[in-house]
């Protein structure tokens, strides 16, 4: 497996994303959970990082810290250099369709919209959605082997498959951060393996990727490997 | 922006039954609302037209308190009108506008020329507000004349047709004279003494030409009206402050008016309206306009319920979309202000359809309904039906809110 090939040997790699200190609870029938406790964590360009963990641990809500969705009791994110201003939705909302690309275990696709029209709604969101893009989006599909499914509906579509659009989806905007929450969780190992490989392709393009996963094939090939317990990280790689 | 207006008609697209069932809710209101509103004017045209000696006008005659003695002639002990009295009358709740007729408190008399034809009569003068004889004024030029009190020719002059009558059938026939034509007075001249009748003469008595404006149905005194500047003007001339023959006191309601009585009355004046009969039509009236605006109240508020029971199903039947919409990095701001021009069109289109349809149905309706007595009218006037349409329009916005702020504060970021 290739590591990082965009990046020259010697050359510090850009960081991405931080997270400072972030900690987070939830009260759960009268009681106090710490879900996530003084996570420290830094995402650099061209790497992919996995987490893994028990249900529940906190993996899901560290995903949706970052993505501005859920806001965290303590600590800070630094995305690009900006920090996350979790008071402004309008400010999350352009983060989330400019910077982050997001791949969802259940893959949250428009079933009853074609393949083409599902890569282009980040970029109807963004406003810009012209022939350039377009063809960018194709460009794409071509690269996740989706090509002859451009106008099928995404109904119509196998496990896999759905997958390879949701992530073709993630990147249309370009993003420099992707966020998998358990991509291959409804698939068989065989897709699994597939869907890392594009994965990989997108981290030897420099992009920076975050996955939640138990499979082990990822844990292994992923470049640095984290668990999860007790809302604290641990490295395992 | 394109790409925005794709991501709003998509909305619009989106759950089609709800949208057509919301569509049919607005479609029928507007419908029953505009009926009940062609009925409600329906009824009160015939009402105004079959009993219209009988129903009070929205309007009361008030006069001076009359004056009570065991002699043929006493000194005014009734309360008199004045200036004061109609500045009261114009703060009594309910009341819309006061127009008082100002009495000349000057001998006055006229004579008329007409070929070798002389005529001297002592008579009364009274001034008329503007607002009061509008109707009567048939030409701008003498409306002009009388909002400033004079004309070129002299000074403008309304004639009673009371006056009319009683030449025409009394002097007129008793000494072999032509009669009065009343739509052919505006235009003649004659001369008027102000200060002089044939009982006195006043030191600063003058004589002035006038002219008819034409002939008036709403004052009945045997004499001439006059621009009220004028009368003001007369009166001030000759050292009088002037005394209010009556005052037109208008209501804004029917409702209003025993209220206003009432209270006029306890001021010690007399009043003049319609008795009986029109106090049971008037209660007739109100009953059946309180109906009416009950059953729109209830259509409106079903039409409400309804949508925002549909807006409700609508938006979480697409909560799915509007999650990934979420995760794709719409704001709450844009989603909501998807689905709230989705609900803005589709109110406006179905209350256009509701007026279209009701246009439509009315000849099929003044064909099938056959009154006697009655002469239906159908046609929607242009302020209601722009009331119709921004309400048509706003309802379902209104009515989606509740569901849209429900989904954003519980639902929407729930993965």
Same mark, same amino acid.
Request: glycine content about 6%.
């Given at each position: 497996?290739?590591?990082?090939?965009?990046?020259?040997v010697?050359?510090?790699?850009?960081?991405?994303?931080?997270?400072?200190?972030?900690?987070?609870?939830?009260?759960?029938?009268?009681?106090?959970?710490?879900?996530i406790?003084?996570?420290?964590?830094?995402?650099?360009?061209?790497?992919?990082?996995?987490?893994?963990?028990?249900?529940?641990?906190?993996?899901?809500?560290?995903?949706?810290?970052?993505?501005?969705?859920?806001?965290?009791?303590?600590?800070?994110?630094?995305?690009?250099?900006k920090?996350?201003?979790?008071?402004?939705?309008?400010?999350?909302?352009?983060?989330?369709?400019?910077?982050?690309?997001?791949?969802?275990?259940?893959?949250?696709?428009?079933?009853?919209?074609?393949?083409?029209?599902?890569?282009?709604?980040p970029?109807?969101? %963004?406003?810009?959605?012209?022939?350039?893009?377009? #063809? =960018?989006? /194709?460009?794409?599909?071509? *690269? !996740?082997g989706?090509? @002859?499914?451009?106008?099928?509906?995404?109904?119509?579509?196998?496990?896999?498959?759905k997958?390879?659009?949701?992530?073709?989806?993630?990147?249309?905007?370009?993003?420099?951060?992707?966020?998998a929450?358990?991509?291959?969780?409804?698939?068989?190992?065989?897709?699994?393996?597939?869907?890392?490989?594009?994965?990989?392709?997108?981290?030897?393009?420099? %992009?920076?990727?975050?996955?939640?996963?138990?499979? #082990? =094939?990822? /844990?292994?090939?992923?470049? *640095? !490997?984290?668990?999860? @317990?007790?809302?604290?990280?641990?490295?395992?790689? | 922006?394109i790409?925005?207006?794709?991501?709003?008609?998509?909305?619009?697209?989106?759950?089609?039954?709800?949208?057509?069932?919301?569509?049919?809710?607005?479609?029928?209101?507007?419908?029953?609302?505009?009926?009940f509103?062609?009925?409600?004017?329906?009824?009160?045209?015939?009402?105004?037209?079959?009993?219209?000696?009988?129903?009070?006008?929205?309007?009361?005659?008030?006069?001076?308190?009359?004056?009570?003695?065991?002699?043929?002639?006493?000194?005014?002990?009734?309360?008199?009108?004045?200036?004061?009295?109609?500045?009261?009358?114009?703060?009594?709740?309910?009341?819309?506008?006061?127009?008082?007729?100002?009495?000349?408190?000057?001998?006055?008399?006229?004579?008329?020329?007409?070929?070798?034809?002389?005529?001297?009569?002592?008579?009364?003068?009274?001034?008329?507000?503007?607002?009061?004889?509008?109707?009567?004024?048939?030409?701008?030029?003498?409306?002009?004349?009388?909002?400033?009190?004079?004309?070129?020719?002299?000074?403008?002059?309304?004639?009673?047709?009371?006056?009319?009558?009683?030449y025409?059938?009394?002097?007129?026939?008793?000494?072999?004279?032509?009669?009065?034509?009343?739509?052919?007075?505006?235009?003649?001249?004659?001369?008027?003494?102000?200060?002089?009748?044939?009982?006195s003469?006043?030191?600063?008595?003058?004589?002035?030409s006038?002219?008819?404006?034409?002939?008036?149905?709403?004052?009945?005194?045997?004499?001439?009206?006059?621009?009220?500047?004028?009368?003001?003007?007369?009166?001030?001339?000759?050292?009088?402050?002037?005394?209010?023959?009556f005052?037109?006191?208008?209501?804004?309601?029917?409702k209003?008016?025993?209220?206003?009585?009432?209270?006029?009355?306890?001021?010690?004046?007399?009043?003049?309206t319609?008795?009986?009969?029109?106090?049971?039509i008037?209660?007739?009236?109100?009953?059946?306009?309180t109906?009416?605006?009950?059953?729109?109240?209830?259509?409106?508020?079903?039409?409400?319920?309804?949508?925002?029971?549909?807006?409700?199903?609508?938006?979480?039947?697409?909560?799915d979309?509007?999650?990934?919409?979420?995760?794709?990095?719409?704001?709450?701001?844009?989603?909501?202000?998807?689905?709230?021009?989705?609900?803005?069109?589709?109110?406006?289109?179905?209350?256009?359809?509701?007026?279209?349809?009701?246009?439509?149905?009315?000849?099929?309706?003044?064909?099938?309904?056959?009154?006697?007595?009655?002469?239906?009218?159908?046609?929607?006037n242009?302020?209601?039906?722009?009331?119709?349409?921004?309400?048509?329009?706003?309802?379902?916005?209104?009515?989606?809110?509740?569901?849209?702020?429900?989904?954003?504060?519980?639902?929407l970021?729930?993965y």
């Amino acid at each position: 497996m290739g590591r990082s090939r965009k990046t020259p040997v010697g050359v510090e790699k850009k960081t991405i994303m931080s997270l400072n200190g972030i900690h987070k609870h939830f009260n759960i029938a009268g009681n106090r959970v710490t879900v996530i406790d003084n996570l420290s964590l830094e995402l650099k360009e061209g790497e992919i990082v996995a987490i893994t963990g028990k249900s529940g641990c906190g993996k899901s809500t560290l995903l949706n810290i970052i993505t501005g969705i859920t806001r965290p009791d303590d600590g800070h994110i630094v995305l690009k250099d900006k920090r996350i201003r979790y008071w402004s939705d309008i400010f999350m909302s352009r983060l989330r369709n400019r910077e982050i690309g997001q791949i969802f275990q259940t893959f949250r696709l428009l079933e009853d919209d074609t393949v083409i029209t599902n890569l282009m709604m980040p970029a109807r969101i %963004k406003g810009r959605a012209g022939r350039a893009v377009r #063809e =960018y989006a /194709l460009e794409i599909l071509g *690269r !996740t082997g989706m090509s @002859e499914f451009v106008n099928t509906r995404t109904g119509l579509l196998s496990g896999g498959q759905k997958q390879r659009v949701a992530i073709s989806r993630a990147i249309v905007n370009k993003p420099s951060l992707i966020l998998a929450d358990e991509p291959d969780a409804n698939l068989d190992a065989a897709t699994s393996q597939e869907i890392f490989k594009l994965l990989e392709m997108l981290r030897d393009e420099g %992009k920076s990727i975050l996955i939640v996963t138990h499979k #082990e =094939y990822m /844990l292994k090939n992923a470049d *640095r !490997t984290y668990t999860m @317990e007790n809302g604290i990280l641990r490295q395992l790689k | 922006m394109i790409s925005k207006l794709y991501l709003t008609l998509k909305e619009l697209a989106g759950s089609r039954f709800i949208s057509f069932v919301v569509f049919c809710v607005i479609l029928l209101s507007v419908s029953a609302i505009i009926s009940f509103n062609i009925l409600s004017v329906n009824f009160n045209n015939y009402i105004s037209n079959r009993f219209a000696s009988a129903i009070p006008p929205d309007e009361i005659k008030v006069k001076p308190g009359e004056t009570r003695s065991l002699f043929l002639f006493s000194p005014a002990a009734g309360k008199v009108i004045d200036s004061k009295t109609v500045n009261q009358l114009r703060n009594i709740n309910g009341v819309k506008s006061v127009d008082s007729i100002l009495a000349l408190t000057i001998p006055s008399s006229a004579t008329i020329y007409f070929w070798s034809f002389q005529y001297n009569t002592d008579l009364i003068c009274a001034g008329a507000s503007y607002g009061y004889v509008e109707k009567d004024l048939k030409t701008a030029e003498m409306r002009t004349a009388w909002k400033t009190g004079t004309h070129e020719k002299g000074i403008p002059v309304l004639v009673p047709r009371a006056l009319i009558d009683s030449y025409n059938n009394g002097l007129a026939a008793a000494n072999n004279l032509p009669e009065i034509v009343p739509e052919k007075l505006a235009g003649l001249k004659f001369r008027v003494s102000f200060g002089k009748s044939s009982v006195s003469k006043l030191n600063d008595a003058f004589d002035s030409s006038s002219v008819v404006a034409g002939y008036t149905n709403g004052i009945n005194i045997t004499g001439l009206v006059i621009p009220l500047k004028a009368a003001e003007d007369i009166n001030r001339k000759f050292g009088q402050k002037g005394r209010y023959m009556f005052a037109i006191v208008k209501a804004k309601d029917h409702k209003y008016i025993e209220g206003i009585k009432k209270q006029i009355k306890n001021m010690g004046y007399s009043i003049e309206t319609g008795e009986s009969l029109s106090a049971e039509i008037v209660r007739l009236k109100s009953t059946v306009n309180t109906f009416i605006a009950l059953m729109v109240s209830l259509i409106t508020i079903l039409a409400v319920v309804s949508t925002a029971l549909c807006s409700v199903t609508a938006v979480w039947t697409r909560i799915d979309y509007y999650r990934i919409m979420r995760a794709l990095g719409a704001s709450k701001l844009f989603i909501g202000f998807t689905i709230l021009v989705k609900f803005a069109i589709m109110g406006f289109l179905s209350s256009a359809a509701g007026v279209i349809a009701v246009t439509y149905a009315k000849d099929y309706v003044v064909q099938a309904l056959s009154i006697p007595g009655l002469r239906l009218s159908l046609e929607i006037n242009a302020a209601f039906t722009s009331t119709v349409l921004i309400a048509g329009t706003l309802i379902p916005v209104i009515s989606s809110l509740p569901a849209i702020l429900r989904m954003f504060w519980a639902k929407l970021d729930r993965y």
